[in-house]
């Protein structure tokens, strides 16, 4: 069975200092793995996906993260965060078969000026 | 391009009530999924559709929920009769086939059970 963890549900941060959001999974077969950004009464986003090759993945927002295998972890970092960037930001998991995504919890990205 | 729509946004029903939810995918996208998500939580996938077919439908509390696909176009999620716990906010969510791609999010319907 797979699952995802995210450790922290709440980072707050000052704008322009950088973040990290950690994102640990298991899974007993190969994995897919994204992140998601949920902004205020909307539905989610998705801001950059793990299928292959490299794995420093860049995405939208300058947002980018790194798959690690041995340490089965998918973190999301931006270098320089702004106030719009305030949001909830999901990890999630899928395989092969039904492609179906298991979510995380949600890290909750606090920004203050 | 038009995105996922849902409808309605917002329901407060009593508890033991029904309640219907709407979903019209991005026009050309196969799979169609209808997850939840209570307060504080990540979504949950309820059921997959692939055109018209159910792939994945093993968290969904058969006894009370219920969806179809009927065209392979929009899908309807119900709930007969409602619990207190089904308060959340349910979300519909498209993609082009079955596989990695990316799955495109409805704003949602959240529901209140009172």
């Known amino acids: 069975a797979q699952s995802v963890t995210q450790l922290d549900s709440q980072v707050p941060v000052f704008e322009e200092a950088p973040v990290e959001l950690r994102c640990n999974y298991s899974?007993?077969?190969?994995?897919?793995l994204f992140w998601y950004v949920q902004y205020p009464n909307q539905g989610l986003q998705l801001l950059l996906k793990?299928?292959?090759?490299?794995?420093l993945v860049k995405g939208i927002n300058g947002f980018e993260a790194e798959f690690n295998k041995s340490q089965t972890s998918f973190h999301l970092r931006k270098p320089s965060v702004h106030i719009s960037d305030t949001a909830e930001y999901f990890c999630?998991?899928?395989?092969?078969?039904?492609?179906?995504?298991?979510f995380g919890s949600g890290t909750r990205l606090l920004v203050r000026p | 391009e038009a995105g996922v729509a849902q409808s309605p946004r917002y329901k407060i029903i009593e508890k033991r009530q029904s309640v219907a939810f709407w979903c019209n995918p991005i026009?050309?996208?196969?799979?169609l999924y209808w997850y939840q998500q209570i307060l504080g939580q990540g979504p949950k996938l309820l059921i997959q559709?692939?055109?018209?077919?159910?792939?994945?439908d093993s968290q969904l509390p058969k006894d009370r929920f219920s969806a179809e696909r009927l065209k392979g176009v929009d899908s309807t999620l119900k709930i007969q009769p409602a619990k207190l716990e089904d308060s959340a906010v349910y979300l519909c969510?498209?993609?082009?086939?079955?596989?990695?791609?990316?799955?495109?999010f409805g704003p949602g319907t959240r529901l209140t059970v009172t």
């Open positions: 969510a498209s993609s082009l086939d079955r596989g990695p791609y990316e799955q495109y």
């Open positions: 899974s007993s077969v190969s994995v897919y």
């Open positions: 793990y299928l292959s090759g490299s794995t």
């Open positions: 999630a998991v899928s395989g092969s078969g039904s492609y179906k995504l298991i």
């Open positions: 026009s050309g996208h196969a799979t």
């Open positions: 559709f692939q055109n018209n077919g159910v792939v994945d």
